[in-house]
């Protein structure tokens, strides 16, 4: 694979069509801006991160968190270039400047498919399909429609949601351009390939899209003929993946201090332990010097460190291994290529939030009461998708908004038209809608 190639600002959608401009924006500022004004972002919001929204007490949601991940991975873009056109000065002056801008683009869209209560709703919709009452639709819908269901991922939403024609919308979804779609998609293969893991990059309803742009980006196929298509990832996957990986791991041990489920000393023994003996004096001298006295604010300044050490270690990673990763043997994450002593700084971060953090009571009730909401969701609506003449499930179709064809005189589309409306609610509109449908409560005029 060559960056020439690989760095395409065509869109999706609009790839004989050329509107006129009227500012300087790069094709890739387009992408940014276009999703940061998108309503799919903004209600990222109102979904999980990790720890319940918040009450008193202020922790991360999918924005904030997705903002945080953008802003990491256009450190990690802009260090990446800076380096590579120093080894390639053919790439000055070419797009290839501006992979800073893609990063961070596809850093932003990352989670945007993620249905509400995080890692349980994917689960919750997983099991619908493959254990509850959704298992009597097998023989109703394609066999690739249902190995989409069985594996449903927040991944390959995000594709969906980027680039799928839903009822009303033009071809392309967003339109945005090649580089920054390839940039998402982590798993580059149909659900055919989940693997044990259950991880793909794209449902069968956008699988000739994907192949399309990874024609056109020169992606190394890995599937032969007549095979579901597998590729190779698109190199900035693994900036993208990079940012992501540094933010919720880092960010996540600040939450967890600030709701006390790590103490100060626990907190500050993670956060430096990505550095020696020498520079944990420094980065102590420089809090005393500056004068923080708050213990939230001295672990914000050792979570800043934390999170420069890991970017630049990334990002050298990446500069060392690009041959690799240009021809597609790239094994494992940036994660995985930086320094021992930082690599195993990190893994312990993983293990205690593993321990403490993910397993907290806080963490467990979220996870529980989402995927009994996302369940009866599920149970009612898809219902009305089976039998659509009853009465309740008229009154239920119109719940849903225009672009959703739940009316459509296929099966399959009115199933998946419930997915997408329930995959893209926020927690407290799926809350809501549950109540409603359980006539918990009442609209109060």
């Not at 590579?84 to 290839?96: A, D, I």
Request: aromatic share 10%; glycine share 6%; net charge negative.
């Amino acid at each position: 694979m060559n960056w020439q190639q690989l760095i395409s600002n065509k869109r999706l959608g609009q790839e004989y069509h050329h509107p006129m401009r009227h500012d300087d924006r790069s094709e890739f500022k387009r992408d940014y801006d276009r999703l940061i004004f998108s309503a799919p972002f903004r209600r990222m919001q109102n979904k999980t991160q990790v720890f319940p929204l918040p009450g008193s007490i202020f922790v991360h949601n999918r924005l904030t968190h997705s903002l945080e991940v953008a802003s990491v991975g256009m450190s990690l873009g802009a260090d990446v270039a800076r380096e590579l056109k120093v080894k390639h000065p053919e790439l000055e002056g070419t797009l290839f400047e501006e992979i800073g801008t893609i990063v961070s683009a596809a850093c932003l869209a990352h989670d945007m498919g993620n249905p509400p209560f995080g890692h349980s709703g994917e689960k919750a919709i997983q099991a619908f399909f493959r254990e509850g009452k959704g298992e009597q639709l097998r023989g109703r819908i394609s066999e690739e429609l249902w190995n989409d269901l069985v594996h449903f991922e927040g991944n390959a939403n995000a594709f969906r949601l980027l680039t799928h024609r839903f009822h009303g919308r033009r071809e392309g979804g967003f339109v945005m351009t090649y580089a920054t779609l390839a940039s998402i998609v982590k798993y580059p293969h149909s659900s055919f390939c989940a693997g044990k893991k259950g991880k793909f990059g794209f449902f069968a309803s956008e699988e000739a899209y994907y192949r399309r742009i990874a024609e056109d980006l020169g992606l190394r196929q890995l599937s032969a003929e007549g095979e579901p298509l597998r590729c190779v990832r698109h190199p900035l996957v693994y900036l993208v993946e990079a940012a992501d990986d540094i933010c919720y791991e880092i960010m996540d041990i600040e939450d967890a201090h600030k709701l006390r489920i790590l103490s100060f000393d626990e907190t500050a023994q993670l956060l430096l332990g990505f550095f020696s003996e020498k520079e944990r004096e420094h980065i102590y001298s420089r809090i005393s010097e500056e004068e923080i006295t708050d213990n939230n604010e001295k672990v914000v300044y050792m979570r800043a460190c934390a999170i420069g050490r890991l970017e630049h270690e990334c990002a050298r990673a990446f500069v060392e291994s690009e041959e690799d990763i240009l021809n597609g043997t790239f094994e494992g994450s940036l994660i995985d290529h930086i320094t021992p002593s930082t690599r195993d700084a990190y893994r312990h971060c993983t293990r205690v939030s593993c321990e403490r953090i993910y397993n907290s009571k806080p963490v467990l009730d979220v996870e529980l009461s989402g995927y009994k909401i996302m369940e009866t969701l599920l149970e009612t609506l898809i219902e009305a998708a089976v039998s659509p003449e009853k009465f309740h499930s008229e009154q239920l179709r119109k719940r849903f908004s225009s672009q959703y064809d739940i009316n459509s005189d296929d099966f399959g589309t009115r199933v998946m038209a419930v997915v997408d409306f329930i995959s893209g609610m926020t927690d407290i509109f799926a809350l809501d809608i549950y109540q409603k449908i359980q006539g918990i409560s009442l609209p109060i005029v």
